[in-house]
């Protein structure tokens, strides 16, 4: 089947979900950009089930769950849901296999090989690429619908986040889990949440989501880009779209959020609510709302720091 609408179906964002795909590795962090980079370049992309509703583009935004790569189909401006589909890995380990086999052989053929050999590397570099794009093409046949150059991109992508995902699941894990919520799931949750992954990595799972669906803010991305932190791969989600519903600690973040978690039947250790200012109500020039950002961002550090440390110390236990 034809890309239906060539001009506009296509990706123009790609996200990655930071609480199933772990890494703090520099190197590791950088294929992953390299990769979703290639992806939205270009790419032909459009979901089955919105050919005859909607056209594009498109925001995919990827996560892993167990042993399934979720694709999460959304409004680009809206980050309204359009489709979601879950794609087994299992059909694809051999091929992530030989694809970090071959891809060492090609770095240590262009190190020292003579040319012909460079090529013969390279040849079966693309041979599998081509292998794995038929296959996944075929997996998502009458889900999703891409070119042959798109699914060899979105190869590429899964092999750099298979290796490093976090594949454990929540219900069988013994680190205690917390929730951030806030309004739009745009600034404050968000932040908090990575902030809390970054203050204790691999001790806590932190979870965000809004009272209602917000958008993408790049003041968010800017400012925790200043100490360290890939704020681009967090796409905003509503309560409603969470799986789990047992949480050891909820951080409610704005004044709509208690009522909205009140509301919801969550089994829950401990509340707390934090007042913080929304740096989006700032009126001023850009260097005032980044300095309101980053007021922010260490009002939530600071209070992470103090307040989770008895949760990570005790487990599930908070006082």
């Known amino acids: 089947m034809d890309i239906a609408h060539p001009d506009t179906d296509k990706l123009v964002t790609v996200t990655l979900d930071p609480e199933t795909i772990i890494s703090i590795d520099p190197d590791e962090v950088h294929e992953r950009r390299i990769a979703v980079f290639d992806l939205v370049e270009e790419n032909q992309f459009a979901p089955i089930t919105s050919i005859s509703e909607a056209h594009g583009p498109y925001a995919l935004h990827v996560s892993i769950r167990g042993n399934h790569l979720g694709l999460d189909v959304r409004n680009p401006t809206t980050n309204e849901p359009i489709a979601a589909h879950f794609l087994s890995l299992t059909p694809f380990r051999h091929l992530i296999r030989d694809y970090f086999r071959i891809r060492e052989s090609y770095y240590d053929a262009i190190k020292s090989a003579q040319p012909y050999q460079i090529e013969t590397v390279d040849m079966a570099r693309r041979g599998l690429h081509n292998q794995a794009a038929e296959l996944l093409r075929h997996r998502l046949d009458g889900k999703l619908e891409m070119d042959e150059n798109t699914a060899r991109r979105l190869f590429t992508l899964i092999c750099a986040v298979q290796p490093y995902a976090d594949q454990r699941a929540d219900t069988k894990s013994d680190m205690p889990t917390v929730l951030f919520v806030c309004s739009m799931n745009s600034v404050r949750s968000p932040m908090a949440a990575a902030l809390a992954r970054r203050a204790f990595p691999t001790r806590i799972i932190a979870r965000s989501a809004g009272v209602r669906s917000g958008k993408v803010d790049n003041f968010v991305h800017e400012v925790m880009e200043e100490i360290g932190v890939d704020m681009s791969v967090h796409t905003p989600h ?39 200012d929304d740096p989006t109500l700032i009126d001023g020039n850009r260097a005032q709302k980044l300095d309101a950002y980053r007021a922010l961002r260490e009002d939530l550090n600071n209070r992470i720091n103090t307040e989770l440390q008895s949760l990570v110390t005790n487990g599930s236990q908070i006082v």
């Open 238 to 276: 509503t309560m409603d779209e969470l799986v789990a519903n047992s949480f050891d600690l909820i951080v409610t973040l704005s004044d709509e959020a208690p009522e909205a978690v009140d509301a919801r039947n969550y089994e829950v250790g401990k509340r707390l609510h934090w007042q913080v």
